[in-house]
């Protein structure tokens, strides 16, 4: 299986720019997607196929990289981005990162 | 309006049987690539199945950890998606979602599911 590993917290001030990183243990060409899942909720699609914005999503998130390394930025972070944020990849099968849990100093 | 409704879930003891129901509504379903994904108490995401449409002669995958006991099907006339889970064990226990296409754009609220004696 292809593994996807993910810093495990990060803390950002409202207004700054945060890059959540994943990065896989084999090449997924640019088959990586970003979630984010807020407490109680199902996930939600922010970026598909590394860089693409789902649809109704802000233009404050963007996803960049290709092959093992790949980014998701926010910027600027405001409040309602406080969320648990998933990188998932569907080049060999499918599966998730561990998450990053974004907190607002 | 895409809409997608997971029920069944409850609490089991292990070794025994449960089945999900994923029921749809808002797109096309015949033509869609279903999927089951949970996620754990500690909120570890897990791809569970998948089950192809009918021009893919509805071709099934599984996650190693469930194959052999678990069981994904379909009913495109009722436009759901089924998960038969067997010899179910405490480790499955979890928060079940289904979705669809390759990137998941769509999930329906989960049915949560406890395997305890």
């Known amino acids: 299986d292809t593994v996807l590993t993910q810093s495990p917290a990060l803390a950002v001030s409202p207004g700054e720019r945060v890059t959540i990183s994943c990065k896989a243990s084999e090449s997924v060409s640019t088959r990586m997607h970003w979630y984010q899942q807020k407490p109680g909720q199902q996930p939600k699609l922010l970026i598909y196929k590394a860089s693409n914005l789902a649809s109704g999503v802000p233009a404050r998130f963007s996803g960049s990289g290709s092959g093992t390394d790949f980014t998701l930025t926010i910027d600027p972070v405001e409040a309602d981005d406080t969320a648990t944020y998933f990188c998932q990849q569907s080049w060999n099968g499918w599966t998730f990162g561990g998450g990053t849990k974004l907190e607002l100093k | 309006e895409v809409q997608l409704v997971e029920t069944g879930g409850g609490l089991v003891q292990p070794g025994k049987s449960l089945k999900l129901t994923c029921a749809t509504s808002?797109?096309?379903?015949?033509?869609?690539?279903m999927h089951w994904v949970r996620q754990s108490p500690e909120k570890q995401l897990e791809w569970v199945a998948q089950?192809?449409?009918?021009?893919?002669?509805?071709?099934?995958y599984y996650a190693e950890s469930v194959k052999g006991r678990f069981t994904i099907s379909r009913d495109d006339s009722k436009s759901s998606v089924y998960l038969q889970m067997n010899s179910l064990k405490e480790e499955d226990t979890a928060i079940y979602y289904c979705t669809w296409g390759v990137w998941f754009a769509y999930w329906g609220q989960g049915t949560l599911v406890t395997v305890s004696s």
């Open positions: 089950i192809k449409a009918k021009s893919n002669n509805y071709a099934t």
């Open positions: 808002g797109f096309t379903f015949s033509n869609a690539w």
